[in-house]
């Protein structure tokens, strides 16, 4: 009982707790917002940063930043310049009331003359630095000429250097502010902005110098944390750029402070060489560096108090929180926060571009299923509707006006509407004429039998046009709803592929490196987009091509081990002139290969033949074999022919099924004109990976499968595209062997032998007794057996296609990669 009592304590305390932790968080969320909109979204932060501005110096003497900090202001957030003004003129007076009431006169003067030039602005970022060089320059000058009553050369000089800093301040602050007071940037620092707001923020901290507690210098203090967080944002690159930046405006502003800029780089150097100790690893960069550099220092009182001030500025980057880091991380290229961001920007643009896919394929089935035929039920209530309204025109012209309508339609309506609808259905079936039997019974039924009937047979023509033209209306929505469907196939397919994501193959990506650099080649850049089994993607970028085929003799026979299947080069771009860099590509090999041979010739020896031919490699590891044989001879059926086949080639690299493929191809031909041009179609898609083959057969004559000793027949029935709108296409399907030779071939060819009788038959025979594998081989030699049976006339024209299916076998072995096999274990 103790124990259960302990447990619902404990599971309370636990609920106050996460109660008290979430409302922590969203008291601090809430806090950092107000402090965030406080500094930033109001301005103040302008106010602060002025100030020290306002009191900073170069050369002991100078204070160049106030009037280009105002006029920056000025130009970015014009609102809040009068806060910036505030600011300067206050941390001014810090010095004396000399340098503040300067201050003002500057800025007054830039005002006046910023808006008295305003015709001659024409672009604000060279303007307005300019305009600041001026001022400064005068401002010196006649600030010199009132102390001393003359200019000397020496202030002449110093006016120059101050106006030169205002101008180069200028363009910094233009750059860097808008980093400090814009409070959601999306885009990438560069590194001249970088460099800009280091600057920046350098020179807010000279503002700084003369400051300090219990002897500890507030400037030394902040400037090596400035450091420390850099070097551990953005690494060693950035660090002992940051601390070299900021030792040299230190030690512009303070002569003593000139060793200091060495203590600075080396400590962002070696701090962002030990980041990945994360934190504890940059501090002891620091303490290193203060130890090494304060031994050359000026005593051990001295290094002593550098430790302490190196202590206080570890304590300050140890209290910073996380996530103020990881929101400057995003915004420096090369950080591991950054390149997070781009991935999941590139995945949101990917999600969504998917999701519109997804959508334009759910909006085509819709419009499939709604161009699809209607269900039974309505079609039976269509056809009693029609058989209604088809009877109500032939009593409109023969019962109304006879005098037994009442005796036949009111006492006997279902046998006289019985007796009507069979003698519609028998002549419907014989051409207009019906039997003897139903004949008399109608005549002893009716007084106007004869009427009836010829009116029967007037309208029944008129019937039949109608339910003809509606069942090619029904065929066409048909058609056009399969292809809509065949459509939002493909863009469903190819929104899964968008919303597959790259796999990270990092340390495979760095094993194969480091396997082939071993072996003696040098290459730059291995990335890896696919292992699957099958379907391998690798780019590979080697510093230069001497042209002796490293990449298809070395590098693929290697890939080819380390993976443990058959890699080859399916792309190799070459360095251009002044490119120092090759690229190329690697892929799964397909299990199988075809090699194919064609012969064919025109009637009577022409030049244009009406049969056309295709061998297609589809995407996907499929490989067409076509051959279209247009309606005739001469230029017209060579057109229709080789249309057939470029429309096909077309349809099918889009991914679209081949039934809809062939379907929307005869839908094309049939709909296209109105003149009688038919096109045989003869298909076979071959798998590449297993052999499988598919053949779908449009008015073509049988194909043939010579497997050794034994030929095999496919065959399937189907009329030519053109003739009808709507048939269904026959698929057979035939699993291949390596070394198979597949013969597809015209009429011209199969009904070509002369005093023939069996042409299945005699091809079979003639197939079986080649003594040859070569594809061109067989596909010669049977067109030399067709013609030489004729005599040596060709009186149509005459196509013979051979594909063989062999295995896929590497043009260079494997080389084994011992070592990469052991590192990988």
């Not at 001659?120 to 000429?145: C, D, H, I, K, Q």
């Not at 590979?540 to 080859?568: H, Q, V, W």
Request: proline share 2%.
């Amino acid at each position: 009982m103790e124990k259960v009592e302990r447990d619902i304590i404990d599971g309370i305390a636990d609920v106050d707790f996460g109660k008290s932790k979430e409302g922590f968080g969203v008291i601090y969320h809430k806090f950092h917002t107000k402090v965030e909109n406080f500094f930033l979204a109001k301005g103040y932060i302008l106010l602060v940063i002025g100030f020290l501005l306002g009191r900073a110096l170069i050369l002991a003497t100078l204070t160049p930043f106030v009037l280009p900090f105002f006029a920056a202001v000025y130009l970015t957030r014009k609102d809040k310049a009068p806060l910036a003004l505030v600011g300067l003129i206050g941390g001014a007076a810090t010095l004396s009331l000399k340098e503040a009431f300067v201050s003002f006169i500057l800025a007054f003067l830039f005002l006046i003359a910023y808006k008295l030039l305003s015709k001659w602005r024409r672009n604000e970022n060279t303007f307005v630095p300019m305009l600041v060089l001026s001022t400064v320059l005068l401002g010196s000058l006649a600030e010199s000429y009132i102390l001393l009553d003359t200019i000397t050369m020496y202030g002449a000089m110093m006016a120059l250097v101050e106006a030169s800093l205002g101008y180069i301040l200028t363009l910094i602050f233009m750059q860097s502010l808008p980093l400090l007071t814009i409070s959601k940037r999306r885009q990438a620092l560069k590194t001249e902005e970088i460099v800009c707001l280091i600057i920046m923020l350098a020179s807010v901290m000279t503002g700084t110098i003369g400051w300090s507690i219990y002897d500890l210098s507030i400037e030394h203090i902040m400037s090596r944390y400035l450091v420390l967080l850099f070097a551990f944002i953005a690494g060693a690159t950035i660090g002992s750029t940051v601390g070299v930046v900021t030792g040299l405006i230190f030690s512009l502003a303070s002569i003593s402070s000139f060793y200091h800029m060495s203590l600075l780089a080396f400590s962002g150097l070696l701090g962002g060489l030990l980041k990945e100790g994360r934190k504890v690893g940059v501090a002891l960069g620091l303490y290193i560096s203060t130890l090494l550099i304060g031994m050359y220092g000026e005593g051990g009182g001295v290094l002593s108090v550098s430790l302490m001030e190196t202590t206080v500025s570890v304590f300050l980057f140890m209290l910073t929180p996380s996530f103020l880091t990881s929101r400057i991380a995003k915004h420096i290229p090369g950080t591991t926060e950054f390149s997070q961001e781009q991935q999941q920007y590139m995945r949101k643009m990917r999600d969504v571009t998917a999701q519109r896919v997804s959508q334009f394929s759910t909006v085509f089935e819709a419009l499939s299923n709604s161009f699809s035929a209607k269900s039974t039920t309505n079609d039976i209530d269509d056809s009693d509707r029609e058989l209604d309204y088809f009877l109500s025109n032939v009593t409109e012209k023969t019962c109304q006006t006879c005098f037994r309508k009442e005796a036949c339609w009111a006492r006997n309506f279902n046998t006289t509407y019985d007796y009507m609808k069979d003698i519609m259905t028998e002549m419907s079936e014989t051409d207009g004429s019906i039997s003897l039997g139903l004949s008399r019974e109608w005549e002893k039924h009716c007084t106007r039998s004869k009427k009836v009937t010829d009116a029967i047979h007037q309208e029944l023509t008129l019937y039949q046009a109608n339910q003809k033209l509606k069942k090619q209306v029904q065929e066409s929505r048909k058609l056009v709803a399969d292809q809509l469907l065949g459509v939002s196939e493909v863009m469903g397919d190819f929104a899964k592929e968008i919303q597959r994501e790259r796999e990270n193959h990092h340390k495979q990506e760095e094993l194969i490196l480091e396997a082939i650099q071993d072996f003696g080649i040098h290459i730059e850049n291995v990335e890896i987009y696919s292992l699957e089994q099958g379907n391998v993607d690798i780019d590979i970028t080697i510093p230069y091509n001497t042209g002796f085929g490293e990449c298809e003799k070395l590098i693929a026979p290697m890939l080819s081990d380390i993976l443990k299947e058959t890699i080859i080069v399916n792309k190799e771009e070459s360095a251009g002139y002044g490119q120092d860099y090759s690229h190329a590509t690697f892929r799964s090999a397909k299990a199988f290969v075809v090699e194919t041979g064609v012969a064919h010739a025109a009637k009577d020896g022409g030049f244009i033949s009406g049969d056309s031919y295709s061998t297609i490699e589809l995407g996907l590891g499929k490989y067409a074999v076509a051959i279209s044989d247009g309606m005739g001879n001469g230029e017209r059926a060579h057109l229709e022919s080789e249309e057939t086949l470029q429309l096909l080639q077309k349809i099918l690299q889009s991914g679209i099924e081949e039934q809809v493929a062939i379907k929307s191809i005869n839908s094309v031909l049939s709909l296209r004109t109105t003149d009688e041009i038919f096109a045989t179609l003869d298909l076979a898609m071959i798998d590449l990976q297993n052999a499988n083959a598919k053949f779908l057969k449009i008015g073509s004559t049988p194909s043939f499968i010579k497997r050794g000793s034994k030929v095999i027949k496919i065959q399937a029935s189907n009329l030519p595209m053109g003739i009808v709108q709507e048939f269904d296409v026959d698929v057979v399907s035939e699993q291949l062997k390596a070394g198979d030779l597949l013969i597809m071939m015209s009429d011209g060819v199969f009904e070509g032998p002369k005093h023939v009788e069996n042409f299945d038959l005699w091809m079979k025979r003639k197939i079986k007794e080649l003594k040859t594998d070569s594809p061109q081989e067989v596909a010669d030699l049977i067109m030399e057996e067709v013609i030489r049976s004729r005599s040596g006339l060709i009186e149509d024209d005459m196509t013979v296609l051979v594909a063989q299916i062999n295995h896929n076998i590497p043009k260079w072995s494997s080389i084994p990669m011992r070592g990469f096999h052991q590192k990988a274990n």
